[in-house]
């Protein structure tokens, strides 16, 4: 017990070492973009007015609001400062509105169309690779093509292909959005209605290239598997096919089980082409907004999120695997 | 190193993604000999034609007419000139002059002509029906009577000093020109995209430029991933701990963000295609690099290895000699992977706007988002998008089955 709580440990300060300097880059990068994005909003405000003092008032107002006249040095501290206290600040792109809200609002958005999509094509993904291991044969030798031309189609292209025939040519469900346009959010059927069928293509877009490549893992890990000693050694002691089956599957499942904690570590950042092109108004649709309008307090934000669910599950990960995986467990006592 | 050959070529998905691969580089390679033309240059006036054979009507005027009797000639022609919604125009008059609807075929010309011809009368109104509406009818009705004459059309060019036009020949319903003989016949066999451009030039020209970008990006990420992960697995110590903890913050920056972030920041002034491979190539090292590591870890105490060791052989020597080798088929899978994903990474975010810049040469990802921004799938200008999204699918698609044979060959456990 000792060697793990020494593994643990170890772990601990180099993920805690590792999120200090991704704190650090997600400061620093957005804010190297070229053009000052207080500029715009100066712009914005000062439509019209001839008075070169007063929009001179103003951007000297704006620049104290957000503090981007002081040294890059002391914004971060007084960053570090707030995002402590859970403040991200002012959206520059969307001002009023502040970077929590901005991200409240599209975030669920995100964690609904993703999760379910990840865990939908994870789990048919593996029912269908490790059919295909133990089956082989025709099913083996039609699935595997379709799966590997499947998973190699880009995230957008898939959503155009859904796109083009669902939306556009069939006209079953809608092109673009979260919601129709002409609702507000709200709890009746007609918007809740309106959500499902706007959920359809990004979800299937999704699911379609996970399936694909999750097809193809498991099918190797179940060949793998079904190739081992112990299987053949259960044959001979005449152990039932489908107790055999079993073992195997549980074995394989191993590394699929961690390729389903990053996904769902990477969700945020997995899917950002699908979500843009059917102008979803989740996470991935406000970065690029976020990123156009050279909104940093808010790249900065949504990025330090996704950073930090990758950082979580991989350190999960990691922990759950100092459990589990014997040679872990041999190499903590050297 | 030969038999090694013949076993990867005797397997069946390593042959086809090699066939697969080496006609989309043969094609980039021929295509540009025979087909001049700048691949960027706008031809068409106008956005989005068709895909099909572009016969100059000028020079079809001036060539010799051939005369052929073919008795379909006709009813094409009126077939062709008679749109949908003519018909249903049609179909709608004659239902409201009392014809019964089931004897109204629209698709059926002859019949609906003949059923027309018939019953109409110009002068008829009907309750309801707008004086404009009657208007139309009677201007469709001067138009069939058009399709429906038989005589030829009269060419005239204009005389330079009285201004007068002087007939200079008649075209028949029956004359032909042979296309061999016309001056100025373009095949534009994908049509042509949002800016007037020929897209298979473009398109070929982009595959080309896409795979320039993946092999520059993917040898760059292969050789930081192999160097780093060589380094942390063999010398071992604090050299891989440092090696593992920044492998360990690129894990938890995903690649794509750091990427875009990265393009943003170099503007789209400065973006050009190598540019962009290179940022690719320093953003996408990290698995590699983790792969190598654990795979020279588990070669380090090997006995050949250790035997090098004892010889006093340079730490240089041990790693080219002893253990690149042996991982040698590992690091060519991995470089073919980083290729085709670095591929998939500049259409990404080309897709997104932050691609190279659009002036010198396309890319695939380009005529993607140039597709995407003037709607074409919206529109159904299919040919724009379509085969672009197939040509991304096949280069993945090839490189990857490659791999898979790759794999076969090397992981005789996975061969079923």
């Known amino acids: 017990m000792k060697g793990y709580l020494r593994y643990f440990l170890n772990k601990l300060v180099w993920f805690l070492v590792t999120f200090v300097f991704a704190f650090i880059l997600n400061f620093i990068l957005p804010r190297l973009m070229p053009g000052d994005p207080v500029a715009g909003i100066v712009g914005k405000m000062a439509q019209g007015m001839s008075n070169a003092t007063g929009v001179q008032a103003i951007y000297k107002q704006y620049?104290?609001?957000?503090?981007?006249?002081?040294?890059?040095?002391?914004?971060?501290?007084?960053?570090?400062?707030?995002?402590?206290?859970?403040?991200?600040?002012?959206?520059?792109?969307?001002?009023?509105?502040?970077?929590?809200?901005?991200?409240?609002?599209?975030?669920?958005?995100?964690?609904?169309?993703?999760?379910?999509?990840?865990?939908?094509?994870?789990?048919?993904?593996?029912?269908l690779g490790a059919l295909a291991a133990y089956l082989k044969g025709g099913f083996d030798r039609v699935l595997m093509p379709v799966s590997i031309f499947i998973s190699n189609l880009p995230t957008f292209g898939m959503a155009v292909i859904l796109l083009v025939f669902f939306a556009v040519d069939l006209k079953w469900f809608p092109s673009s959005g979260g919601y129709g346009f002409d609702l507000l959010p709200s709890f009746s059927w007609k918007f809740m209605w309106s959500v499902i069928v706007h959920y359809q293509l990004p979800f299937w877009s999704i699911v379609l290239i996970a399936i694909g490549g999750q097809a193809i893992g498991m099918r190797s890990m179940s060949i793998y598997e079904l190739n081992a000693d112990y299987v053949k050694y259960s044959r001979f002691m005449g152990i039932k096919d489908r107790t055999i089956v079993g073992y195997v599957f549980r074995n394989a499942m191993l590394p699929q089980i961690t390729g389903l904690a990053l996904s769902i570590g990477t969700m945020v950042g997995g899917a950002l082409v699908a979500e843009i092109i059917f102008s979803y108004p989740g996470l991935g649709t406000t970065l690029l907004n976020a990123i156009m309008?050279?909104?940093?307090?808010?790249?900065?934000?949504?990025?330090?999120?996704?950073?930090?669910?990758?950082?979580?599950?991989?350190?999960?990960?990691?922990?759950?695997?100092?459990?589990?995986?014997?040679?872990?467990?041999?190499?903590?006592?050297? | 190193m030969k038999h090694t050959l013949q076993q990867i070529f005797h397997s069946p998905n390593f042959v086809i993604g090699f066939v697969i691969f080496m006609v989309l580089l043969l094609t980039v390679i021929i295509y540009p000999l025979f087909i001049t033309d700048a691949p960027l240059g706008i031809i068409a006036q106008g956005t989005f034609?068709?895909?099909?054979?572009?016969?100059?009507?000028?020079?079809?005027?001036?060539?010799?007419?051939?005369?052929?009797?073919?008795?379909?000639?006709?009813?094409?022609?009126?077939?062709?000139?008679?749109?949908?919604?003519?018909?249903?125009?049609?179909?709608d008059w004659l239902k409201a002059d009392g014809v019964p609807a089931n004897q109204i075929d629209i698709t059926n010309t002859a019949s609906l002509l003949g059923l027309w011809q018939k019953n109409y009368d110009p002068n008829k109104s009907f309750p309801g029906m707008t004086y404009a509406r009657q208007r139309y009818y009677q201007r469709l009705d001067a138009s069939l009577k058009g399709l429906l004459s038989t005589s030829g059309v009269i060419i005239a060019s204009q005389d330079p000093e009285t201004s007068a036009l002087v007939q200079s020949g008649t075209v028949q319903q029956t004359d032909y020109v042979n296309i061999g003989e016309v001056a100025n016949v373009k095949v534009l066999p994908l049509g042509t995209d949002n800016f007037g451009r020929d897209v298979l030039t473009e398109l070929v020209r982009a595959t080309g430029v896409s795979l320039e970008i993946g092999l520059v990006a993917g040898v760059i990420a292969t050789l930081i991933g192999l160097t780093l992960g060589l380094l942390g697995g063999y010398v071992g110590g604090l050299v891989d701990d440092l090696i593992m903890f920044i492998t360990n913050l690129f894990t938890v920056i995903p690649t794509f963000i750091l990427l875009i972030l990265i393009s943003f920041s170099i503007g789209q002034e400065q973006r050009g295609a190598v540019t962009i491979a290179v940022v690719i190539g320093f953003t996408s090292w990290v698995w590699t690099a983790r792969a190598v590591r654990s795979q020279v870890i588990s070669l380090r105490n090997r006995d050949h290895v250790n035997l090098s060791k004892l010889s006093g052989h340079s730490v240089a020597h041990i790693i080219v000699a002893d253990i690149l080798p042996y991982i040698a088929s590992y690091v060519v899978m991995a470089l073919i992977l980083q290729i085709s994903s670095a591929i998939l990474a500049e259409a990404s975010l080309s897709i997104l706007g932050l691609g190279p810049r659009t002036t010198e040469v396309p890319t695939l990802g380009l005529m993607m988002n140039w597709a995407m921004i003037y709607q074409a799938e919206i529109l159904g200008k299919w040919w724009a998008y379509f085969p672009v999204l197939i040509v991304i699918a096949l280069i993945t698609f090839s490189m990857n089955l490659m791999n898979t044979g790759l794999d076969q060959v090397f992981n005789p456990a996975l061969r079923a």
Do not use: H
Not at chain 1, 304 to 318: G, R
Not at chain 1, 322 to 331: C, E, N, Q
Not at chain 2, 52 to 78: E, F, H, M, W
């Open chain 1, 293 to 334: 309008g050279g909104d940093y307090p808010l790249i900065s934000a949504i990025t330090l999120i996704i950073t930090v669910m990758v950082l979580i599950a991989n350190f999960l990960i990691e922990i759950v695997y100092g459990f589990i995986d014997p040679r872990i467990k041999a190499a903590q006592s050297d």
């Open chain 1, 63 to 127: 620049t104290e609001l957000f503090g981007t006249n002081k040294p890059m040095i002391e914004q971060f501290f007084i960053y570090v400062k707030n995002v402590f206290r859970g403040d991200f600040g002012f959206s520059f792109s969307q001002y009023p509105r502040t970077v929590g809200n901005v991200i409240k609002s599209s975030v669920w958005w995100t964690v609904c169309l993703q999760f379910p999509a990840i865990i939908v094509g994870w789990i048919i993904g593996n029912a």
């Open chain 2, 49 to 91: 034609f068709e895909p099909g054979i572009y016969v100059n009507v000028y020079d079809s005027l001036g060539a010799t007419p051939y005369t052929l009797q073919l008795n379909d000639a006709a009813t094409k022609r009126i077939e062709n000139k008679l749109k949908a919604q003519d018909r249903q125009d049609m179909q």
